[in-house]
């Protein structure tokens, strides 16, 4: 995470008084495991895969999201802190243990965050969902329908481009929408050890609606976070964090970050979080359509 937090200039000394403080993020993916990282800062969990009443996460994906959002590094001694370490987490499984889901249960899960927000001011949801075009055209557009009105109802909604680029148009159908904040991914010139980098794969624009995609960029190579498979007798062990790859990584680096300007600035409105993430963003020279408005840069954001 240093690394990430290096390229993204999103240092101690740039947000050590804004730390996503009075901010709620609301996920929706596979569930969240009670990590030591954040366990006491989840408000709200709803199953719409098996109907569990408990917090879980039966694939880790979710755990691996929440960490990067709001994880304050807890068992790691701050090194895997994640972006807003202070925000709180509401989060909805929609996806199962394997990370597939529905568009029906990604759209209770939508609704259930709408609801919620009148006893919890949810003001970011976190999409680290990419899906390929679902066969049942009526199901897709009534699933981008319910995102773009969690927009309209005032949050700030982030979506992952999708892993199924290069090709151009590969932007998921949850970040086609002109109204979202579609994150892609770039890691700046890193390469994992197998010589691979999520600028290989991450969504292309523009947007089946022929929209601008992606918004911007953040990394999403090798990132560590909390997993779920911690063990609280093993403390500080392997178990406690895992590294993964996607642009469902770097969607909620951006999440963090809209958590890290609206802690500052509680009274922006998600238009005007929008506006500012793309015009602080760093140009990286690359096209819209592989980059948007360049690479997140905190320092740029918050100044």
Same mark, same amino acid.
């Given at each position: %995470? ?7 200039? =999103? ?16 996920? #929706? &993916? ?6 030591? &990282? ?27 999201? =929440? ?17 807003? +370490?202070?925000?709180? #987490?509401?989060?909805? /499984? ?9 568009g029906e249960s990604m759209i209770r899960g939508i609704q259930w965050v709408m609801e919620l927000r009148k006893k919890i001011p ?26 773009? #009105?969690?927009? !309209?109802?005032? %949050? ?9 680029? +290069?090709?151009? %148009?590969?932007? @998921? ?11 892609? =991914?770039? &890691?700046?010139? !890193?390469?994992?050890?197998?010589? @691979?980098? =999520? ?5 292309? *624009? +523009? ?5 601008? /995609?992606? &918004?911007?960029?953040?990394? *999403? ?30 969607? +909620? ?7 890290? #300007? ?11 979080? /929008? ?11 690359? @096209? ?16």
């Amino acid at each position: %995470m240093q690394r990430v937090k290096n390229l993204i200039h =999103c240092d101690e000394a740039v947000y050590k008084k804004t730390l996503g403080a009075n901010v709620t993020i609301a996920v #929706l &993916d596979t569930g969240v495991f009670y990590h030591p &990282d954040f366990s006491d800062r989840i408000l709200a969990f709803q199953d719409f895969v098996n109907g569990n009443s408990l917090p879980y996460d039966d694939s880790g994906h979710g755990t691996h999201v =929440c960490g990067i959002c709001a994880g304050n590094g807890r068992v790691s001694k701050g090194k895997y802190s994640g972006i807003a +370490p202070e925000a709180n #987490l509401v989060v909805g /499984k929609v996806l199962n243990k394997n990370g597939d889901g529905d568009g029906e249960s990604m759209i209770r899960g939508i609704q259930w965050v709408m609801e919620l927000r009148k006893k919890i001011p949810i003001q970011i949801l976190n999409l680290s969902i990419g899906i390929r075009n679902l066969e049942d055209q009526k199901l897709e557009d009534k699933l981008i329908a319910a995102i773009e #009105l969690a927009w !309209y109802s005032g %949050m700030v909604v982030v979506t992952a481009a999708g892993n199924n680029g +290069p090709k151009p %148009m590969t932007i @998921s159908p949850l970040g086609a929408s002109r109204k979202v904040i579609t994150v892609g =991914c770039h &890691d700046g010139g !890193y390469v994992s050890k197998n010589g @691979s980098s =999520c600028d290989e794969y991450s969504g292309r *624009g +523009p947007s089946k609606f022929e929209i601008k /995609k992606p &918004d911007i960029v953040a990394p *999403g190579t090798d990132i560590i976070s909390c997993s779920n498979k911690y063990v609280r007798f093993y403390n500080n062990s392997n178990s406690s964090y895992t590294s993964k790859s996607g642009t469902s990584m770097a969607t +909620p680096i951006v999440s963090g970050a809209c958590a890290l #300007l609206l802690s500052k600035n509680p009274d922006l409105n998600n238009e005007s979080v /929008k506006r500012k993430l793309i015009s602080s963003a760093e140009d990286l020279k690359e @096209s819209w359509s592989k980059q948007g408005g360049g690479m997140l840069n905190v320092h740029n954001l918050l100044a």
